[in-house]
């Protein structure tokens, strides 16, 4: 790699001076008109393209997300591509809210095979394109300017001489100036308007221009200004849908995306999840999931994300990355003990709101609203807190732990992680948290049976008499005190010598109705100053508050 990039590399300067440009004050209000290139763009993409039961698996995904625009094959680059264009169309398998397009070179020959492809198709969109750069038009075809334009001149005659003898079709044309994104803008502009001559489309019959960012060679803003000076100086606007084909080259085609539609484009086609040739199309899930999270309604629905991942997955034989935004394994996960807090406390102020809408730190989507669970959303390593700790065990077994026995518990999860070096389970947790207060397991003191109610009383005390099993045998103990847990207490420091002071008691119910378990928490000081934490569990909430306290006995 050089140290002096400069003497091999030139950077790109826009041609365009847009003093005066409008798309940073303007706003995203309304999702634009979509098209899936995964059958096409994306598959050609792929080191094995998707055989026919995958094109067609793919196909059935997209109408049920509601694309209502897929650009479905290249009929005349094989025969396979044919057939499945022919097997759509003659398989009934098109809806009638839908259209089809397809794409061909500027070659009559092709041009024809691509309309006899589409032959009884109700509507299609049948796209042109041919690259225009200066760079292209030097190494790769060796044409001057006029030399470019009397091709695509050609190619846009032969389709709309081809669509007048097929009637019986709702035909619309689609020309792409490839490379317009470092093309002369002139020259786009130039070569546009010859195409529009051609075609005289009209507000009622309109053409697409497509303008492809097909390598991204700027800055996202600098395609923005691209696209708002040739939509400012196209002559026939309102005759036409501006419509761009961004790629991944410099990682920016969402942001590239979203700043040329507030400069004035009206269609954006993509692949989901960013598949296609190099680095990729924009990912058009990302974009999607981009407005829903404005409040704007994207048009596109992913109620069951993962299903659509696996699907994806299945067909391109790619994997979708654990990172990727809403999509991917570990989107909606903080390892982060920060992290983790914060979300906590935002479920616990969500649950106490009633207006409906999502503020939630960390997490930009409701998980549940793309189908997934909240179990995930907060994992627990080396790096985690108390917070992701306590989270996990109030998911898995709806315990809310006091602050108190959260940093008491993490600092024993926290020990196990750091000698184990991974990411603790939820189950290893829990066994952490049986083992550290005693729920199962050898017991240093262990309830076997006390009198009902817990406790008889006698003037202003209350008197518990029970029977436990203290170091393997079983003995009665006795004891006075103002309540049930004092005299729990002063019972097992009569006969046991165990001296607690209670700091701290919670209880809830583990679940609602009249069959619900109850959990009790204690926190206690013993003789030598040391903090101790007792936890018990029981279908009775006073049996539950003595087995806390025999837990608590049990550590100190």
Request: proline content about 5%.
């Amino acid at each position: 790699m050089l140290t002096n990039p400069e003497i091999k590399y030139r950077p790109f300067v826009s041609p365009i001076e847009l003093a005066d440009r409008r798309w940073p004050s303007n706003r995203l209000t309304k999702a634009p008109r979509w098209l899936s290139t995964d059958l096409r763009d994306g598959n050609q993409a792929l080191a094995d393209p998707m055989d026919v039961e995958r094109k067609l698996r793919f196909y059935d995904m997209l109408l049920a997300i509601g694309f209502k625009e897929i650009e479905i094959a290249f009929p005349s680059a094989s025969q396979t591509e044919f057939d499945f264009v022919r097997a759509l169309i003659d398989g009934g398998r098109i809806p009638d809210d839908v259209t089809v397009q397809v794409l061909t070179q500027s070659r009559k020959d092709l041009i024809t095979r691509t309309f006899e492809s589409l032959e009884g198709a109700r509507q299609a969109i049948v796209h042109l394109y041919n690259a225009t750069a200066p760079l292209f038009r030097r190494v790769v075809f060796g044409m001057e300017r006029h030399e470019i334009i009397e091709l695509a001149v050609i190619g846009v005659t032969a389709m709309l001489e081809e669509s007048l003898k097929r009637p019986g079709t709702d035909w619309t044309f689609e020309y792409s100036p490839e490379t317009f994104c470092f093309t002369e803008p002139d020259f786009a502009l130039e070569i546009c308007e010859r195409v529009l001559d051609v075609w005289q489309p009209t507000p009622e019959r309109p053409a697409i221009l497509n303008l492809p960012a097909t390598v991204e060679v700027a800055t996202p803003n600098v395609y923005a200004d691209q696209i708002e000076w040739f939509c400012r100086n196209i002559s026939r606007r309102d005759a036409v849908v501006i419509s761009i084909h961004p790629h991944n080259d410099r990682g920016t085609a969402v942001a590239a995306t979203e700043q040329a539609l507030l400069a004035g484009a009206d269609r954006v086609e993509g692949c989901l999840f960013g598949n296609g040739e190099r680095t990729g199309n924009v990912d058009l899930v990302t974009l999607a999931l981009n407005f829903y999270t404005q409040g704007i309604d994207p048009k596109l629905y992913f109620p069951a994300i993962r299903e659509v991942v696996r699907t994806v997955e299945y067909c391109n034989g790619l994997p979708v990355h654990p990172r990727h935004p809403y999509a991917g394994d570990l989107v909606h996960t903080a390892f982060s003990g920060s992290h983790q807090d914060a979300i906590r406390k935002g479920f616990a102020a969500h649950g106490q709101r009633n207006d409906g809408l999502w503020e939630m730190p960390y997490l930009p989507v409701d998980p549940a609203d793309i189908g997934e669970t909240y179990e995930a959303v907060i994992r627990v390593n080396s790096q985690s807190g108390k917070g992701g700790v306590a989270w996990v065990i109030e998911q898995d077994k709806g315990l809310k732990l006091p602050r108190s026995l959260q940093v008491d518990l993490s600092r024993r999860v926290q020990e196990f992680a750091d000698s184990s070096g991974k990411e603790i389970t939820a189950a290893m947790i829990w066994s952490i948290f049986e083992q550290a207060y005693h729920l199962t397991g050898p017991q240093e003191f262990k309830l076997g049976s006390y009198q009902g109610g817990g406790s008889r009383k006698t003037g202003n005390q209350r008197i518990f008499a029970g029977r436990i099993r203290h170091k393997g045998r079983e003995i009665a103990i006795t004891g006075r005190g103002n309540g049930l847990i004092s005299s729990a207490i002063s019972a097992l420091e009569e006969s046991c010598g165990v001296a607690l002071e209670v700091l701290d008691y919670h209880e809830h119910a583990l679940k609602r109705g009249t069959d619900s378990r109850a959990v009790a928490y204690l926190e206690c000081r013993t003789r030598d100053g040391r903090k101790v934490f007792g936890v018990g569990i029981d279908d009775d909430i006073a049996t539950a508050s003595v087995k806390a306290v025999l837990s608590a006995a049990s550590n100190g």
